[in-house]
């Protein structure tokens, strides 16, 4: 029986943890071997990864807690949000000259590319490893159907 009150930090905190200390990782590989431009570059698509992967994991957070039976259809709602927000991200950045003189497209996109999969690694580490019980505590009351 699993009797322990876990108080660990959510999950999206962890792996929002994770993937920034990666994000943090890229900038100073970039800004070593690259340049100004390319930390520039990994900084701003490492903390892409992490706010839009957060802001969906809290949503789809909240939506599970609130309507557990329309949770997968939020979820996969939001993943294809994600997508579209980091392209139209993207593409403003291009479209603004930024990615031509600031920021370094291939460490930009190398950056998002890492946190992407950090995130998806410590989110599947963290449900895989996660502590759930199959099972109702007999401390909760059924009512009774019928004897038999």
């Known amino acids: 029986m699993l009797t322990t009150d876990t108080k660990t930090p959510p999950v999206v905190l962890r792996a929002a943890t994770v993937s920034a200390l990666a994000a943090g990782l890229v900038v100073a590989v970039a800004a070593v071997t690259?340049?100004?431009s390319a930390a520039a570059g990994a900084a701003v698509g490492g903390a892409l990864a992490v706010g839009v992967l957060a802001f969906g994991a809290i949503a789809v957070d909240a939506v599970s807690r609130l309507m557990p039976a329309a949770s997968l259809l939020f979820a996969l709602v939001t993943y294809t949000f994600q997508v579209v927000l980091m392209a139209l991200v993207f593409?403003?950045?291009s479209r603004s000259g930024m990615l031509d003189h600031e920021l370094d497209r291939g460490w930009l996109g190398g950056a998002i590319i890492a946190g992407v999969l950090v995130w998806t690694v410590v989110q599947?580490?963290?449900?895989?490893?996660?502590?759930i019980p199959a099972f109702e505590s007999p401390a909760v009351a059924r009512p009774e159907g019928g004897a038999r």
């Not at 599947?124 to 502590?131: C, D, G, K, S």
């Open 34 to 36: 690259a340049g100004g």
């Open 91 to 93: 593409v403003a950045l």
């Open 124 to 131: 599947i580490r963290l449900a895989t490893t996660a502590r």
